[in-house]
């Protein structure tokens, strides 16, 4: 865990825990928090708290961020979350795994749907053509006859 | 002089290669392996533009969905811009784009945006015609096709949105 303090024109006052463990480093205090903490670009000020979940800053790590509007500043604490990211990623990733084939499935079905209905109309076409053949044949016949 | 910064966000149905794009274009490489994003994943990259000025940019790419969560609304605050992906070949993430374009102007307001029709090494593959292109072009979207795999448009689709950020 890490948390982030930083005053009304975006300077951070002061900070502690293990910044470093979550992918910040070189934090300096009177630095614009912005050059250092790039995903804060934007963010601040805040009026109400803002909660960002699975934030990853890096490779290894991932945190859950909470930005807390307070009268002396912002804080920023930074919850690792790098252990709860698997089992998420891997539920996800069935999750999304199996919406995609059963997509292709749909898509494989319709396709089929389709060559079924072409055969039919293609059927059809071959039935009518062989009667019209019959029926000329047997009127030959008959008038040979 | 400080280096202007600029937060975008990646947006999309899952599976359309947002990940893929950010990766081509902050790393150049490129996997064919799927791998689910979880939450946000941060990167920064810093282009010149072609007037000569430097500009840094914070790429937020965020988890796919085809709706607009309270979670993912979140992660949009303070975003000057967005990319918003479809895959190409699934027609379904061309319809949540559409969706997902209003949440998030809903959620941001007026913000410059390009679309980006990814999976472009697989055209033959396609689900979206040229119809469907035109008539968003003709609302004043700007679309591009891109691939992630090939490094087709990829640069060009960020520095587009780049340069629109900056007009705005």
Known sequence: ?145 | MAILQKKICMIGDFSVGKTSLVGRFVRQTFSDKYLTTVGVKIDTKLVKLPDGNDIKLILWDIAGNDVLTTVTASYLRGSAGFLLVVDGTRRPTWDSALNLRESVAKQLGKKPFVMLLNKADLREQWEIDEQMIEEQTQQGWKLLATSAKTGMNVEEAFLELSMKMLET
């Open chain 1, 1 to 145: 865990m890490a948390y982030l303090h930083i005053d009304e024109y975006g300077k951070l006052i002061s900070w502690g825990g293990q910044p470093h463990k979550l992918g910040l480093e070189d934090l300096r205090v009177g630095q614009t928090i912005t050059e250092n903490l790039n995903f804060l670009e934007g963010m601040l000020p805040v009026s109400d708290i803002l909660v960002l979940r699975f934030l990853s800053l890096c490779e290894e790590h991932c945190a859950h961020v909470h930005v807390i509007p307070d009268n002396l500043g912002i804080y920023v604490l930074l919850f690792d979350a790098s252990s709860e990211y698997d089992p998420q990623q891997q539920m996800q990733q069935q999750i999304n795994d199996i919406k995609l084939l059963n997509y292709q499935k749909n898509q494989l079905l319709q396709a089929l749907d389709n060559q079924q209905n072409q055969l039919k109309q293609s059927c059809h076409k071959k039935v009518g053509i062989m009667t019209r053949i019959i029926q000329y044949l047997a009127c030959i016949c008959k008038k040979t006859v």
